[in-house]
């Protein structure tokens, strides 16, 4: 599932090749993944110019000279600037250019391509929390301020902070030697900022080496960042990297969590 750094790679990749280009058609194969009828959808975007590329969590945002497209690969996809004699074997829907290249796109679930006039009137972009990546020391420590709840789960949340899923949240926590199941009212000043420089080291981390290894990029090449690069997510029963405690998987609520249960004790000071 892309998280915030494979979007940020999207986003940037489509701004070097895409921006000053005019789209001249689209061929939809899935209409339900558009928030507009196929008819309505196209004459909104037939002819428009991109301006800008954007990401903002898992959101790709394309300012067009008259509205936004906005692109969301929900559980998995591919966006891959081809042409028609290159098509890849599967695509939901593609936008065509007026200078020959076709940007496909495919979901494997859940995803969506959506057109508006005003962001402030999409329903799931003007929701999100900040993205991660924008967020200083400071802002974070306000996000986190008077809250109750459990740290992942307010990390997982996309209307608290945008960006963060469970792939690249489990290492942060591990880095600043966080349960997942830790209250926010209870971390200490030095934690919030072990956890807001673990978080941002390893999706940096991420996106110099073009995200995930399991993604596909603009290109159609794979990012870099695999499981070379986890210290205990998805590492059960093997050795935790500082102390040598096994690693065990933990049920957090929808999702499971992988920690070293002496480096990430659920009460402070154990």
Not at 89 to 100: A, N, V
Not at 135 to 141: E, P, Y
Not at 226 to 242: I, L, M, T
């Amino acid at each position: 599932m892309p998280e915030l750094p494979e979007i940020a790679v999207f986003a940037r990749d489509m701004q070097r090749e895409l921006a000053g280009r005019r789209i001249s058609g689209i061929e939809v194969l899935q209409p339900k993944c558009l928030n507009l009828p196929e008819g309505e959808f196209a004459a909104a975007i037939q002819g428009a110019r991109i301006l800008e590329v954007t990401s903002h969590g898992k959101w790709i945002k394309a300012a067009l000279d008259d509205g936004w497209l906005l692109f969301n690969l929900g559980m998995g996809g591919e966006v891959l600037l081809t042409d028609r004699e290159h098509l890849p074997e599967k695509y939901r829907l593609i936008l065509d250019l007026e200078d020959g290249a076709s940007l496909a796109i495919n979901f494997w679930w859940f995803g969506s391509v959506h057109y508006v006039h005003d962001l402030e009137t999409h329903q799931q972009v003007s929701v999100l929390g900040p993205d991660f990546m924008s967020l200083t020391l400071d802002d974070f420590r306000g996000l986190l301020h008077g809250k109750r709840g459990g740290i992942k789960s307010f990390l997982l949340d996309q209307k608290k902070v945008a960006g963060i899923g469970n792939v690249y949240v489990q290492d942060p926590l591990f880095k600043a030697r966080l349960h997942p199941l830790r209250t926010i009212n209870t971390l200490s000043d030095a934690e919030i900022e072990a956890l807001w420089q673990a978080l941002r080291e390893v999706l940096q981390q991420s996106i110099d080496l073009g995200g995930s290894h399991w993604e596909q990029q603009l290109n159609g090449e794979h990012g870099q960042w695999d499981g070379s690069y986890f210290q205990v997510a998805y590492r059960e029963g093997q050795p935790c990297p500082n102390c040598g405690t096994a690693v065990v998987k933990l049920k957090t609520g929808s999702t499971s969590t992988h920690i070293c249960p002496s480096c990430q004790a659920l009460e402070p000071g154990q």
